[in-house]
């Protein structure tokens, strides 16, 4: 049993381990030659897995990253480094790899923790199929029951104080502008030059949630479905891209997708659960 904050913490980071790798195995096929690599502590133990592989598998390999955290790891990994904006026209990420916040039954996400969300969503829709690797702190029933932090959602700064009020009236539980780090005045400022406000919402309805009989899932009353909070969030003049990942996966459509084909989360008791669309 653990006892003390320090072994907890140890338990997180081998959980993590453990789904990183387990992932990696999984997904990252020696044919692969353009892979996606995303932001957040998780990640760490990805291109740790990867560059376990060795030179034989991944000298044939490219690593496109979502922000300079990831750019680091891989050029420290003496792996492969490529841009997304290199891709060439017509072509797709073999696989990506990236965290989450939170995820729910359905495999919608909560990221941009981190604040790179807007780069995290380019790579993962670049990919034929994104991989989710997280620990068992990040599963939910439903989105905004343990990430209270709220959506992120990343605004052009003159638009900021609009975006506020429509966010209030669509609910949100006191959405804030997202402050820079300790000991400097002002906003975080992403890679792209905005702004990240956080937006709390009562937790996401499912579209079980939503059917025949079920609650309308459209904002009444502060209430939500995922998808059509989504909608209306990336609607709002200002609003650069948002911290929700939903809609299809990539065994649904052929590009495009934000949803992860597959979801590993590293357990409490030291094995790995795999979550699938279907399961």
């Known amino acids: 049993m653990v006892t003390t904050v320090e072994e907890q913490a140890k338990l997180v980071e081998a959980s993590k381990r453990l789904a990183a790798f387990q992932a990696v195995k999984d997904y990252l096929l020696p044919e692969y030659t353009r892979i996606g690599i995303g932001s957040g502590s998780t990640v760490v133990y990805v291109v740790d897995a990867i560059a376990a592989l060795g030179p034989d598998v991944t000298s044939k390999m490219a690593f496109y990253p979502t922000g300079s955290q990831s750019e680091e790891l891989i050029e420290a990994a003496g792996l492969n480094l490529q841009y997304i904006s290199k891709l060439p026209a017509g072509k797709q990420l073999d696989v990506a790899f990236d965290g989450a916040d939170e995820v729910d039954d359905d495999l919608n996400l909560i990221k941009g923790g981190g604040a790179c969300l807007?780069?995290?969503k380019i790579v993962?829709?670049?990919?034929?199929?994104?991989?989710c690797v997280a620990d068992f702190r990040k599963l939910s029933a439903r989105l905004g029951t343990a990430w209270k932090k709220g959506i992120p959602i990343e605004v052009l700064p003159m638009a900021a104080p609009r975006v506020l009020d429509e966010l209030q009236r669509m609910g949100a539980q006191n959405?804030?502008?997202?402050p820079g780090l300790p000991g400097k005045a002002g906003a975080i400022v992403t890679d792209n030059g905005m702004w990240i406000i956080d937006a709390p919402f009562a937790p996401l309805l499912l579209s079980k949630d939503t059917g025949t009989g079920g609650q309308a899932g459209d904002g009444t009353n502060g209430t939500w479905a995922v998808d059509a909070l989504a909608d209306a969030l990336i609607k709002i003049p200002g609003v650069a891209e948002i911290?929700?990942?939903y809609g299809k996966n990539g065994l649904q459509v052929a590009s495009g997708a934000q949803k992860p084909v597959a979801a590993y989360f590293g357990m409490a008791d030291g094995t790995v659960q795999v979550r699938s669309p279907s399961s």
């Open 175 to 178: 959405p804030r502008i997202r």
């Open 124 to 131: 993962a829709a670049s990919a034929k199929q994104f991989v």
């Open 118 to 120: 807007w780069q995290e």
């Open 243 to 245: 911290g929700l990942f």
